[in-house]
């Protein structure tokens, strides 16, 4: 049992990263901005990585400094962290999961391309390209590997890729499809593809946008966040991470403000789900 127990405890922690739409409003030309984002998950490490009853939570935050280059190019540094329960994998065989405390999760690097003339189409694009350093201990990404490339869990019944990987340095590439639809509505698409770069690792998370203008400074929506497993394979239903938000956006005394509150859809990301942004441009 203690063996069973101390393979599940490697799991790693779920949705350690804020969840955000790129592509919605980049620094202004030869401006700073600043914006910092809250997330509150109930599912916080897969359902296998607790003993039955487990209580998991967990506080996210992100803050990223970005920098407006020109209408089309602007580059950021984000430092993302957590209030959650240590990572178990420390400890296999453990009665009980490590108690809660404040983590990292190093550092990321971002560059964001846009149309200049998005403003103005129907139909517009976008590219951002991250660099991910996290440094040992911290959080990582949600990456996927095949189950018989762990040792411990190798020779274990269970799903054939699992929530593994644990490279130091990932890239994430993310083509970004923006439509317009009359003066009212909007929807933005990401495609997320991580891929590790020391070590084994990939995941491909499709994120989805869609608000309507209700007045000047306000708009209403829904967001749904997705981790559908490693690039080039879609997991069993119950092992992807579905989130879907209601979300709202405004504008006050020149902040940004984006509120949501969502419910996990799957076994994997079970339960409510809180997330705050507050961004300003310098």
Do not use: C
């Not at 998991?56 to 089309?72: H, K, M, Q």
């Not at 962290?81 to 990572?87: E, M, V, W």
């Not at 490279?167 to 923006?178: K, L």
């Amino acid at each position: 049992m203690g063996v069973l127990f101390g393979a599940a405890a490697l799991m790693t922690p779920q949705q350690a990263f804020s969840e955000e739409i790129l592509g919605t409003d980049p620094a202004s030309p030869g401006h700073f901005q600043v914006e910092q984002r809250f997330g509150y998950f109930t599912t916080f490490n897969p359902p296998t990585a607790a003993p039955k009853g487990a209580n998991l939570r967990a506080l996210t935050g992100e803050t990223e400094i970005g920098y407006g280059v020109n209408d089309w190019y602007e580059v950021a540094v984000t430092t993302p962290y957590a209030f959650a329960r240590g990572n178990a994998s420390a400890m296999p065989g453990a009665a009980s999961l490590p108690g809660y405390g404040l983590q990292t999760g190093g550092v990321t690097f971002r560059q964001t391309f846009m149309q200049p003339d998005r403003e103005e189409r129907n139909l517009f694009f976008g590219l951002v390209i991250r660099g991910i350093y996290a440094p040992p201990g911290a959080l990582i990404p949600d990456l996927f590997v095949p189950r018989s490339s762990v040792p411990i869990l190798a020779g274990l019944p269970g799903p054939r890729f699992v929530q593994e990987a644990s490279p130091r340095f990932a890239g994430m590439f993310t083509p970004i499809v923006g439509v317009r639809f009359g003066n009212d509505y909007e929807a933005i698409f990401n495609a997320n593809m991580t891929v590790g770069f020391d070590r084994p690792g990939s995941a491909f998370e499709p994120s989805l946008r869609v608000v309507k203008q209700v007045t000047d400074n306000w708009k209403i929506g829904f967001e749904h966040f997705a981790n559908l497993g490693p690039i080039g394979h879609v997991v069993p239903w119950k092992q992807q991470s579905q989130v879907l938000y209601a979300v709202a956006n405004t504008k006050f005394k020149g902040f940004e403000l984006s509120f949501g509150a969502g419910y996990g859809l799957t076994e994997a990301s079970r339960g409510p789900a809180l997330k705050l942004s507050i961004g300003r441009d310098f």
